[in-house]
């Protein structure tokens, strides 16, 4: 028997606690019941936003998207939380202001500009499973900054042959991994 159950932790100062609410009919009965107790402490469900959605769907929520997933690992049921397509889109649009391939700035100050969005971004989804969402920005990254430098010394294309992630790696570009930012004074790739 599949039973949705919402309950609330510790309710701060001047508020009941909250008991596990069975609901059999669906879950719009517990959706009136959580705009009754928003209501009684002076908040408002926002309609348009608010939606009914089976967790195996996946919902989004303040940059993030929740979906329910077997595991591959032991076949168990996870949540899992990784960036959403949104906030992918809109960091890549930021280092898209940003940054510019016609940009007249030296290569270190183009480092320097994508450095700080970047690390708090990463910084932001970091305690997720945001690995893809990691790997995708960083091919992202590096082919911003491929076409940049080869537009700088007027040459054609990407600029793969030209710039490969070592050298890129090695004038200082920003290597996100699976999270963690490393610092250019790291040696990275085996390079010295």
């Not at 932790?9 to 009965?29: D, F, N, S, T, W």
């Not at 510019?100 to 970047?118: D, G, L, M, T, Y």
């Not at 989804?125 to 945001?130: L, S």
């Amino acid at each position: 028997m599949n039973r949705t159950i919402v309950t609330a932790g510790i309710p701060p100062a001047g508020l009941e606690p909250c008991r596990p609410l069975p609901c059999r009919k669906g879950p719009a009965p517990v959706l009136q019941m959580f705009t009754e107790m928003a209501d009684k402490i002076g908040l408002t469900v926002n309609r348009e936003k608010t939606h009914i959605t089976k967790i195996t769907d996946g919902f989004d929520f303040i940059g993030f998207r929740f979906v329910k997933r077997k595991s591959l690992r032991s076949s168990k049921d996870n949540i899992y939380v990784f960036p959403s397509k949104r906030a992918q889109q809109a960091i890549r649009n930021k280092l898209r202001y940003v940054t510019s391939r016609r940009a007249p700035i030296k290569p270190e100050e183009f480092i320097e500009s994508i450095r700080p969005v970047v690390m708090g971004w990463v910084n932001y989804f970091r305690h997720t499973n945001a690995s893809d969402a990691f790997r995708g920005l960083q091919r992202f990254i590096n082919t911003r900054f491929r076409r940049y430098l080869t537009y700088r010394s007027k040459g054609r294309g990407f600029g793969w042959n030209k710039y490969p992630n070592k050298k890129l790696y090695a004038m200082g570009m920003i290597y996100i991994g699976s999270g963690l930012i490393e610092y250019p004074e790291r040696l990275v790739h085996g390079l010295r």
